[in-house]
């Protein structure tokens, strides 16, 4: 799912339709947004965009197109906040 207001969008769907977070389905959103992600019932597991270091990434690139380190793909940590919203598989 995209940021947490989609995800928030889907989660209130999801109940319209009699489905359950994490129970019938497991939602992930991104940002991790303040005041967000972790009040919504239940709290929404996130993955969390570090804007400042993928700008400062995209800075280099544009900055020093010449450099071989950023010749390839460059990688920004995007840690995984565990909550609420994700659960196992159902067992059929």
Known sequence: MGN????TAALLAL???????PDDVSLV????QPDLADNLHPRLTTVVLP???M????????T???DP????????DCPLVERDSVGPPREN
């Not at 109940?15 to 977070?21: G, P, W």
């Open 4 to 7: 947490e207001r989609m995800a």
């Open 15 to 21: 109940h319209e339709m009699s489905l359950r977070v």
């Open 29 to 32: 959103g991104y940002d991790d």
């Open 51 to 53: 804007h400042y270091e």
């Open 55 to 62: 700008g400062r990434a995209a800075g280099r690139i544009i």
């Open 64 to 66: 020093s197109p010449e």
């Open 69 to 76: 380190d950023l010749s390839g793909p460059l990688m920004v």
